[in-house]
């Protein structure tokens, strides 16, 4: 089993950055997959981006490409979302998510973090 922490959420303005940091605890880091997902109010859940289990490889949502950079390092235990050229619509509460097996774009991570709250304002 493994636990997650987010962090690094707060208010920033349209055109900024943030970066989100997810921690992870208990089984080794490299036999999990990190997915990233956001909600927005009244909005399901949504897939924001993947990485794999060695970090070699990501995908991304349309809506984000280009913009937003996974990253992890397997020795710190950490999976990092870089977020630049912020827009308003990017205002959700974020999350983490492993899986041994999984790195996919459905919300089927079987792990998952509380969630960092993400502000963008115009």
């Known amino acids: 089993q493994v636990q997650l922490l987010e962090s690094g959420g707060g208010l920033v303005q349209a055109g900024g950055s943030l970066r989100l940091s997810c921690a992870a605890s208990g089984r080794p880091f490299s036999s999990y997959a990190m997915g990233w997902f956001r909600q927005a109010p009244g909005k399901e859940r949504e897939f924001v981006g993947a990485?794999?289990?060695?970090?070699?490889?990501?995908r991304y949502a349309d809506s984000v490409k280009g913009r937003f950079t996974i990253s992890k390092d397997n020795t710190k235990n950490t999976v990092y979302l870089q977020m630049n050229s912020l827009k308003p619509e990017d205002t959700a509460v974020y999350y983490c998510a492993a899986d041994p097996t999984y790195w996919g774009t459905r919300d089927e991570y079987d792990y998952w973090g509380q969630g960092t709250q993400v502000t963008v304002s115009s």
């Open positions: 990485i794999s289990w060695s970090g070699t490889s990501t």
